[in-house]
Nanobody, 118 residues
Framework: QVQLVESGGGLVQPGGSLRLSCAASGSILIIYTMGWYRQAPGKQRELVAVITSGGSTNYADSVKGRFTISRDNAKNTVALQMNSLEPEDTAVYYC????????????WGQGTQVTVSS
């Protein structure tokens, strides 16, 4: 079994910054892509940023230039540095990992709330 545990959410004013972290643990052989998704009230879950094991990244257009995704393959962690936050960034943020354990499948964290408000 594989677990993803997120941390770092909270309340921040517009223009502020937050850093989200996610740690994967359990019977892990290989972690392929890791990423962050978010879901705002009344909306579908959407991709924020993903990073491959080789370090290639992809971002949603709405966060390009403001958010940075990074990972530490040795520690099985992924982070999301969020700068210049806007009220529209308010959502529950979920960590995701494509993991080969007994089988290859996608895992999700429990989610962490990010609220951008004055």
């Amino acid at each position: 079994q594989v677990q993803l545990v997120e941390s770092g959410g909270g309340l921040v004013q517009p223009g502020g910054s937050l850093r989200l972290s996610c740690a994967a643990s359990g019977s892990i052989l290989i972690i392929y892509t890791m990423g962050w998704y978010r879901q705002a009230p009344g909306k579908q879950r959407e991709l924020v940023a993903v990073i491959t094991s080789g370090g290639s990244t992809n971002y949603a257009d709405s966060v390009k230039g403001r958010f940075t995704i990074s990972r530490d393959n040795a520690k099985n962690t992924v982070a999301l540095q969020m700068n210049s936050l806007e009220p529209e960034d308010t959502a529950v943020y979920y960590c995701n990992a494509d993991v080969f354990s007994v089988i290859r499948r996608s895992y999700w964290g429990q989610g962490t709330q990010v609220t951008v408000s004055s």
